[in-house]
């Protein structure tokens, strides 16, 4: 951490900060120049509040300089995290995994219709909501139990993992035996009791970005589930809210680089939930890809036009061969292929 003084700050106000930072466990180097005087503060503390020390008298500005969080850093595992999951699947590693399948499990036949389409196009695990965090209390909640039933059904069937959502801690061992992945949705990225308690589970998470969350937030709420001992995570960037309106969230391409950087854990991309619509699904799964995203989640549909959620993102069934085949080709050209 940096602290610099103000120009005019007394001699017992630096003496004052140099004292906090010491308290604190910082190891203090001071220099002090003709103007200003400096701190450099180096310590492997990550639990303190910067505002602490800006509210000082005489501190001009604060700087840390090193990250909030530990487990999940780059630093931590510099060679990066592979989740290895069944059926030879794994993600972050050289292979591009495909997540597919509808917004929510509607019914045996819709599920099953949709989990043969996406399979032959070459889609490795099934997705679809058993359990629906809908913004309003009337739209359709989901099939709860029985979508879960069905899912690990039509994933037996087809040859394909599961991912589902869990929206709270009552649901975790109930999703148990039905899931491969448990996917935490943006509206709870930031529930640190569900995340808690997940870092207990010994199954894979797919954490997705919050609506207005920081890359930092996301990293920090990921920080919850590994300091708990849960190490089998993936993020996943769906799109943040901001000024534009011409999309339903925009897909912010460039968290995918920027999360290799910072740390280990694979990043997918969802470009259904991230632009809304499904003429722009397809170019944002090209764009991910190539800017090195581990895995790509799409919503599609048979009858998009019939379905109890997102019908209006949701891929037609030849929409989404046809991206399978466009992701097989971008692939390569960025050293992965597609799984
Ligand atoms: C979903 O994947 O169906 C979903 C609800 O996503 P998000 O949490 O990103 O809105
Ligand atoms: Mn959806």
């Not at 943006?186 to 569900?194: D, H």
């Not at 037609?316 to 390569?332: C, N, T, V, W, Y």
């Amino acid at each position: 951490m940096i602290v610099a003084m103000q120009e005019k700050a007394s001699e017992e106000q630096i003496q004052a900060v140099i004292e906090r930072l010491v308290e604190l466990g910082f190891e203090v180097h001071r220099s002090t120049g003709k103007l200003q005087t400096v701190l450099g503060a180096v310590g492997a503390r990550v639990d303190f509040d910067i505002r602490d020390l800006e509210v000082m008298d005489g501190v001009k500005e604060v700087h840390r300089i090193s990250s909030p969080y530990k487990l999940v850093a780059r630093s931590f595992r510099p060679e990066g995290t592979t989740v290895k999951l069944r059926n030879g699947v794994s993600i972050g590693g050289q292979d591009v995994v495909v997540m597919a399948g509808p917004c929510s499990v509607e019914s045996r036949e819709q599920l099953f219709t949709i989990a043969e389409i996406v399979s032959k196009a070459g889609a490795r695990i099934l997705r679809g909501g058993a359990f629906k965090p809908r913004t309003s209390p009337y739209s359709f909640q989901g099939l709860g139990e029985e979508g879960l039933k069905l899912l690990k059904e039509a994933g037996e069937k087809f040859g394909l993992l599961v991912i589902s959502e869990v929206m709270e801690i009552s649901q975790i061992p109930l999703m148990e035996p039905y899931v491969d992945i448990y996917q935490v949705g943006a509206r709870n990225m930031q529930n640190f009791n569900l995340l808690r308690e997940l870092g207990k589970a010994r199954k894979p998470v797919m954490l997705k970005r919050g609506i207005a969350a920081t890359i930092e937030e996301m990293l920090l709420s990921a920080e919850y589930m590994m300091a708990g001992g849960n190490y089998e995570l993936i993020l996943c960037e769906r799109g943040i809210r901001t000024f534009e309106t011409y999309t339903r969230n925009t897909l912010d391409i460039s968290a995918i680089p920027i999360v290799h950087k910072l740390s280990h854990l694979p990043i997918t991309a969802d470009p259904s939930h991230g632009t809304g619509r499904r003429d722009k699904v397809s170019p944002m799964a090209r764009a991910a890809v190539a800017a090195g995203a581990d895995a790509v989640i799409v919503e599609v549909h048979h009858q998009p036009d019939k379905a109890l959620s997102d019908g209006a993102q949701s891929l037609f069934p030849e929409q989404f061969s046809k991206l399978m085949d466009e992701l097989r080709m971008i692939a390569p050209a960025v050293g992965r292929k597609i799984a």
